[in-house]
């Protein structure tokens, strides 16, 4: 069936870099644009960043830009987001998500804390 | 940056009709569109609608949405108590190039 699976998160000290990737399963993964959303605690949706499927154009959202970098592996069905000089606000669910007519298809979520 | 407004809480009664609003401006909701989702405690969002009134297959007539200019509407009839849940509206927003969610409504079906 049509999945997405996050993975990479973790406990990290600020100023560090952490890795997460999303496997995606059961659909042509190279034909979609994908997002990374994030959820900190009680808190609502923010959005992270966006890769168009040819993995060129990519788009940040402003609390981000110049720390995260998306990224995509097409031969591997796999979506990436590198983290650096992670902040503790940076502490949150992050969601990988597929964009075909909205966000139709999000992964379980991968927990990221910030903190020393 | 921008954001889209959504009331922090909506109550209803068991079998009535909510209405959730979502409030961008010209650059977002009015000419690209409003998505609405569904967030239930602990699990990730579920798309509801697209641009501004499509429904996902397998997502219950009951829900519908609808805009009128710079504002989108989600209208839940006969609610139910599993339509509890926190709603949130997106839209991409052409000028400042980035996807835009609003703050969130919370159900709470009496």
């Known amino acids: 069936q049509v999945q997405l699976v996050e993975s990479g998160g973790g406990v990290v000290q600020p100023g560090r870099s952490l890795r997460l990737s999303c496997a995606a399963s059961g659909f042509n993964f190279n034909n979609y644009a994908m997002h990374w959303v994030r959820q900190a605690p009680g808190k609502g949706l923010e959005w992270v960043a966006l890769i168009l499927n040819d993995g060129r154009t990519k788009k940040y959202g402003d609390s981000v830009k110049g720390r995260f970098t998306i990224s995509r592996d097409n031969s591997k069905n796999t979506l990436y987001v590198e983290m650096n000089s992670l902040k503790d606000e940076d502490t949150a669910v992050y969601y990988c998500?597929?964009?075909?007519?909205?966000?139709?298809?999000w992964g379980q979520g991968t927990m990221v804390t910030v903190s020393s | 940056q921008a954001g889209l407004t959504q009331p922090p809480s909506v109550s209803k009664g068991l079998r009535q009709t909510a209405t959730l609003t979502c409030t961008g401006n010209?650059?977002?909701?009015?000419?690209?569109?409003a998505a609405w989702l569904q967030q239930n405690q602990g699990h990730p969002p579920k798309l509801l609608s697209y641009?501004?009134?499509k429904r996902p297959s397998g997502i219950s007539e009951r829900f519908s949405a609808s805009r009128s200019g710079d504002t989108a509407s989600l209208t839940i009839s006969g609610l139910q108590p599993e339509d509890e849940a926190d709603y949130y509206c997106s839209a991409w927003d052409s000028s400042l190039n980035v996807w835009l969610f609003g703050g969130g409504t919370k159900l709470t079906v009496l």
């Open positions: 010209r650059n977002n909701v009015a000419n690209e569109g």
């Open positions: 641009r501004d009134n």
């Open positions: 998500a597929r964009e075909s007519n909205g966000f139709d298809i």
